[in-house]
Every structure is written in C-alpha cells, then in structure tokens.
C-alpha cells in the first residue's frame, strides 16, 4: 500500500471529524487513519517476506500476525531469526508508519469492533466502483470524451453531495450492515461460481491433453510397426501354371511370322548397297551436265520498265 494517498485522504477528511471525544486526539492524517483505515490483508501477504530460511510453522506464524489479539504478542516478530535481514526491512516498514499497523491488526486500531467485521478487508469495495463509474460514464471512449464524461459526473455528484449537506440527510440508504452482507454474499457466490468454471476448464484441458498424448503414442506405435514390418518393395505376383502355359504356346504360334520377317528384313538390307551403288553415278552426272548447261547460257538484258503513259506525254510536247 502506498502512504501518500492514504495521508492525503486523512488531510482531506480532516476537516470534516465533528465528534466531541475526538477533538484534540485526531490533530493530523496520522492520528486521523486508526479511526477510519483497514488495510486489505491480501496486500499485505504479498509484501510478506519468503524467508526460507524459516520452518513452517514461524512463517504460518508470521503470516497469522493480522490476527493477533493484543498489543504485546507483536513484539515476537522482531525476535525472528533473520541472517539477511529482510524480515527486519520489512518490519521496519511496518512500525516507521503509526498508523499502518493499527489498519493491519484489529487489536491496535481504533475502530469499534462490530464496524470492524462489518468491514471486510479486501479492496472489492474500492473496487466496485469502477463499475459504478463505468455504469454512469460509460466505456470504450476517446480521451476527450471520457475526460468530458467524467467532468458531467463529478459535476453531477458535487451538486448531490451539496444537497445532502444543506439539508442534512447524509444517509446512503445501501450502506447498512445488511446491504453490505448482501454484496460480500454476492462476492462470495460469484467467486465461487467463477472458480467452479475454472475448475471445470482445466479438468478439461488436462483430458484433452491425456488425450492427445495417448494418441500420440499409439500413432508412434503403429508407424513402428509398420515400418517394421515392410521392406520398402512392391512385391509382383508369380504367375501361376495356366498363364505360362498359355504364354509358351503363344509364344510357338508366333514364331514362324517372326522368322519370317525377319529374313525379309535380311533380304532388304543386302539390297540396299547394290541400289545405293547404282544409282549414286546416275545423280552425279546429271548434276554435271546441269551445270555444263547453265553455264553455256548467256544471261538476257533487263529492259527498263517504261511509264505507259511517258510516249503520249512525249507527243504532246511536241506539238506545242
């Protein structure tokens, strides 16, 4: 917890102590907070020091310091045995404040004892406001508009609050004892539904995990098997005594039309060099005759290509 807002809580508030027994005893923020402070225990356990070097029973002991029942049983603390010196840090912090023990432990504090459990010591008070706030103002804004918005708000609650001092009804008809056991009541079974949910999520989370895990070693297993058992090679099917049968007889029928072909086939390519012999002298002087010929023919003179219209223009020329 932070001191600066809770002294400057106790300036503001100041002003306003009307009570008789209270004047000249409640002169300052300090004297004023033992009236009207309790810390949250939460807050506090989290400053708590781990101590490791603590059994369990002196840290569930140091932990049970909120609950002391009178003044001289918080001496012990400062007893402990601390080589680090953390525990005296932080009980230093504790006492440098006169204020904050007396907010922590009932039996230090000022406050009547029935508005003591009627308070509970948790934030949720605080913190519900926010929900008011956002009931009045509204969420999911700009900047300027939400600081515009909570201007008309605090406008709004100023004028309320001057009303209530003229005319002397300062009651807030939701906080009695019942309304406030109402909220805790509520806070309590909307933690409780809330946890069951939880509960209920992670137990599921955990089976689809198991789940998962247990297919997965099946999944490894039968991929191990099967490559184990699996070489890797198509297997081909022998054929069976039929089919060969039948194959070898084939085979004897279409015998005679390949050696048939084949001694045609012979036939034609002891033919081809003869006719290649033959024929290549018949091409060849052919070929030399062509060009004997080609070469004896005087190549023609190409005439002017001629205007048809150049002889008419021509005559008239002459005759002017």
């Not at 356990?45 to 009178?70: D, K, T, Y």
Request: charged content about 25%; proline content about 5%; aromatic content about 4%.
């Amino acid at each position: 917890m932070e001191a600066a807002p809770l002294l400057g809580f106790g300036d503001a508030f100041l002003p306003t102590v009307d009570r008789e027994e209270l004047r000249g005893v409640v002169t300052s923020a300090e004297t004023l907070l033992p009236y009207v402070l309790r810390v949250c225990h939460t807050h506090v356990f989290r400053g708590i020091p781990e101590a490791p070097h603590l059994s369990r029973e002196e840290h569930s002991r140091l932990r049970g310091f909120v609950s002391l029942q009178s003044p001289e049983a918080v001496v012990w603390i400062a007893d402990l045995p601390d080589p680090d010196g953390t525990i005296k840090r932080w009980w230093k912090h504790k006492i440098m404040h006169v204020w904050l023990l007396a907010a922590i432990i009932q039996c230090l504090s000022c406050i009547a004892l029935n508005d003591w459990h009627s308070m509970p010591a948790t934030t949720n008070l605080g913190e519900a406001q926010h929900a008011h706030n956002n009931a009045e103002t509204g969420t999911q804004m700009g900047i300027i508009e939400s600081f515009k918005k909570y201007a008309e708000y605090d406008a709004r609650r100023a004028a309320e609050i001057a009303v209530k001092l003229a005319t002397g009804n300062l009651k807030n008809n939701q906080n009695e004892l019942v309304h406030r056991y109402a909220s805790s009541s509520r806070r309590h079974a909307a933690a409780a539904n809330k946890a069951t949910k939880a509960q209920a999520a992670d137990e599921r989370v955990v089976a689809l995990t198991n789940t998962k895990a247990q297919i997965d070693a099946e999944l490894k297993q039968a991929k191990a098997e099967a490559k184990s058992n699996s070489s890797g090679r198509v297997r081909v099917r022998r054929p069976t005594k039929e089919k060969s049968a039948d194959n070898t007889s084939e085979k004897n029928s279409s015998a005679p039309d390949a050696s048939a072909e084949s001694s045609e086939s012979t036939q034609l390519r002891s033919r081809e060099p003869q006719l290649s012999s033959t024929v290549a002298p018949i091409t060849t002087a052919a070929k030399a005759a062509k060009r004997k010929a080609d070469a004896n023919v005087t190549p023609t003179k190409r005439r002017k290509k001629c205007d048809p219209l150049e002889g008419w223009a021509l005559g008239i020329k002459q005759q002017r």
